[in-house]
């Protein structure tokens, strides 16, 4: 009788703290047992140009450069151009003493009119069979003769003269009238910077995602609110052997002449471009190494939310391309999916306008889609 009586309340003291759990647990789980929808926030599963961003760093090169220098010894008589300015091709920068060449020039002019004059006389007789044909086939070898004699002078003559080879802006004089110009000494430096290249390497296994015509995205210290957009123009034609990387090309337009060779970018170039799915980066919910979204999916009652593994691909700031799992057009929740569970009902509002705020959202009325 001892023993029934005090086991009896024993029974009952390790019963109690059960039951005290189970009351807890449905007091928390009430709202959801009674199936009120919890306001989420979703966006569309959405079709989109995606590419695959590759980065590296380049070097701005000019589109034509040239050192402007002599290839005789002489004094420079004139300056023609000032530093930073901008020439056209063809313009003569610097002139060099000439005054011999010049009467040289002069003289083998006079010689060339003279055989001209001889040959005309000559070819007058001959017309009149008063002069041979072997009489006028020296005359005109004389001219031939004299006007080879000037295209020499005129050689010699423009030896001394400096022009600009193409359009473009000069760099720093290195020369002044009355001079001593020797053949290297460096006049100034010539950029058609209009357009200009821009060298980088990549390494071989990214080789198949560039390819001429693939568009660049750069951008410099020098100008670091603004970005700079080319394209590929060639990729070279070996991959060095040591660092297993392979030299690309592209071209920058420069039309506010404001990239200066030499200087160092960094550029982004989208490769592989394809249509795919995408979706906001705050829909997805990794667990190790798998990703989850939740979807709404409506049905008679309103919204149900739907627990879904997808597989995801590249990235891009605040978005995901998806590979597998969802259709264009579902509609993912963005915003309260850490508060869900597989199977529960959600009202659902459709975006965020600017300046609202989320929790007052997550609060409101339902807005369906």
């Known amino acids: 009788m001892f023993d029934r009586l005090h086991l009896r ?211 410099t210290r020098a100008f670091p609110d603004e970005v700079f957009s080319g394209e590929i123009m060639t990729v070279d034609n070996e991959v060095d052997p040591v660092t297993r990387a392979i030299q690309v090309r592209a071209l920058v337009p420069n039309p506010d002449a404001r990239l200066r060779p030499g200087m160092l970018m960094t550029l982004t170039l989208g490769a592989n471009a394809r249509t795919t799915l995408v979706i906001p980066e705050e829909a997805l919910l990794p667990q190790g190494r798998r990703n989850y979204v939740f979807v709404a999916l409506e049905d008679d009652d309103g919204y149900r939310a739907e627990r879904r593994e997808v597989r995801i691909g590249s990235r891009r700031p605040g978005e995901v391309e998806i590979v597998d799992g969802l259709a264009a057009g579902e509609a993912v929740v963005t915003h309260g999916g850490l508060r869900l569970s597989d199977g529960q009902a959600v009202s659902v509002r459709s975006g965020v306008d600017h300046g609202q705020d989320l929790a007052e959202i997550l609060r409101g009325e339902t807005v369906r889609q």
């Open 9 to 219: 309340p024993a029974r009952r003291r390790r019963q109690a703290p059960i039951a005290a759990l189970l009351g807890a647990w449905l007091l928390c789980a009430a709202p959801w047992l009674a199936a009120e929808p919890l306001p989420v926030i979703a966006m569309p599963v959405v079709e989109d140009e995606f590419v695959d961003p590759v980065e590296a760093l380049g070097t701005l090169r000019a589109n034509e450069s040239a050192r402007l220098t002599s290839s005789i010894t002489e004094i420079i008589s004139e300056v023609r151009f000032d530093d930073g300015e901008r020439v056209s091709a063809g313009q003569i920068l610097v002139v060099m003493t000439n005054r011999e060449q010049l009467a040289q020039l002069e003289e083998a002019e006079a010689e060339v009119d003279e055989a001209k004059r001889q040959y005309e006389r000559v070819q007058s007789l001959a017309e009149r069979n008063q002069a041979s044909q072997a009489e006028l086939d020296q005359r005109r070898r004389a001219i031939d003769t004299a006007r080879a004699r000037l295209r020499g002078v005129e050689a010699r003559l423009s030896d001394r003269l400096i022009v600009a080879p193409f359009d473009g802006v000069v760099g720093l004089r290195n020369v002044s009238a009355g001079s001593l110009l020797s053949p290297g000494d460096l006049v100034a430096t010539l950029h058609d910077d209009a357009v200009m290249k821009l060298d980088f390497a990549i390494p071989e296994t990214l080789l198949r995602l560039v390819s001429p015509g693939t568009t660049v995205i750069a951008s």
